[in-house]
C-alpha cells in the first residue's frame, strides 16, 4: 500500500523466487529450435544476494559459478526453455531464464532473444563454451538458422567464403 500511495501509480508484486537459477541457450527457430545446454547460475558468497544481477553479471569471474546441469529439474527447465522460445517465436539464437520455487517448481523469469555475443562474457557463449563448440560454430549456427529461416542461399550473401577464411 505504501508503493501505491508514495507513486500514484499501479505496482507490481511478484513472488520471489529462491530456488535454483537456470539460463538455457538456444539456437534456431520454430521446431528447429534445440537447446544448447543448461546453465546453473550459483552465487558465491562475496556476490550481491539472491538475485544474478547486473554487477554479478559483470563481475561473474569472483561472484558466480557457473554448472552445466543435466538433473531432471535441469531438463524440465530445458522443457520449458523451449516452449517458451517457440511460443513467443523467437528466433536464431537466444537465452531463456528460468528460476525455481520454493517448491523447486520451474518458473519462467524472462527471454533474452537478442543475447549477448561477447566471446568470453556473455552466457550464450558461456554455455557454448562449456559444452564444447567454439566461438565460431556458435556464430555459424546462428548465421545458418537466419538464412535457412529467410530462405535465402547462403553463397548470395558470401556466408561460406567467410566461413573458409
Same mark, same amino acid.
Given at each position: 500500500?505504501?508503493?501505491?500511495?508514495?507513486?500514484?501509480?499501479?505496482?507490481?508484486?511478484?513472488?520471489?523466487?529462491?530456488?535454483?537459477?537456470?539460463?538455457?541457450?538456444?539456437?534456431?527457430?520454430?521446431?528447429?529450435?534445440?537447446?544448447?545446454?543448461?546453465?546453473?547460475?550459483?552465487?558465491?558468497?562475496?556476490?550481491?544476494?539472491?538475485?544474478?544481477?547486473?554487477?554479478?553479471?559483470?563481475? /561473474?569471474? $569472483?561472484?558466480? +559459478?557457473?554448472?552445466?546441469?543435466?538433473?531432471?529439474?535441469?531438463?524440465?527447465?530445458? !522443457?520449458?526453455? *523451449?516452449?517458451?522460445?517457440?511460443?513467443?517465436?523467437?528466433?536464431?539464437?537466444?537465452?531463456?531464464?528460468?528460476?525455481?520455487?520454493?517448491?523447486?517448481?520451474?518458473?519462467?523469469?524472462?527471454?533474452?532473444?537478442?543475447?549477448?555475443?561477447?566471446?568470453?562474457?556473455?552466457?550464450?557463449?558461456?554455455?557454448?563454451?562449456?559444452?564444447?563448440?567454439? /566461438?565460431? $560454430?556458435?556464430? +555459424?549456427?546462428?548465421?545458418?538458422?537466419?538464412?535457412?529461416?529467410?530462405?535465402?542461399? !547462403?553463397?548470395? *550473401?558470401?556466408?561460406?567464403?567467410?566461413?573458409?577464411?
Amino acid at each position: 500500500m505504501h508503493l501505491l500511495l508514495t507513486h500514484n501509480q499501479p505496482v507490481l508484486v511478484e513472488s520471489f523466487l529462491p530456488g535454483r537459477e537456470f539460463t538455457v541457450g538456444i539456437i534456431g527457430s520454430g521446431t528447429d529450435a534445440l537447446a544448447i545446454g543448461v546453465l546453473e547460475v550459483i552465487l558465491r558468497e562475496n556476490a550481491e544476494p539472491d538475485v544474478y544481477s547486473y554487477l554479478n553479471k559483470e563481475r /561473474y569471474e $569472483d561472484s558466480v +559459478e557457473y554448472l552445466l546441469a543435466n538433473d531432471p529439474m535441469a531438463e524440465k527447465a530445458k !522443457e520449458m526453455a *523451449l516452449t517458451v522460445w517457440r511460443g513467443l517465436g523467437c528466433r536464431d539464437a537466444g537465452r531463456v531464464d528460468i528460476r525455481c520455487d520454493m517448491n523447486g517448481i520451474p518458473n519462467f523469469m524472462e527471454v533474452n532473444p537478442l543475447a549477448g555475443l561477447h566471446p568470453r562474457h556473455s552466457d550464450l557463449c558461456i554455455i557454448a563454451r562449456m559444452k564444447g563448440m567454439p /566461438y565460431r $560454430d556458435l556464430i +555459424e549456427a546462428i548465421m545458418r538458422s537466419a538464412i535457412s529461416r529467410v530462405h535465402v542461399d !547462403e553463397y548470395d *550473401l558470401g556466408f561460406s567464403a567467410c566461413l573458409r577464411r
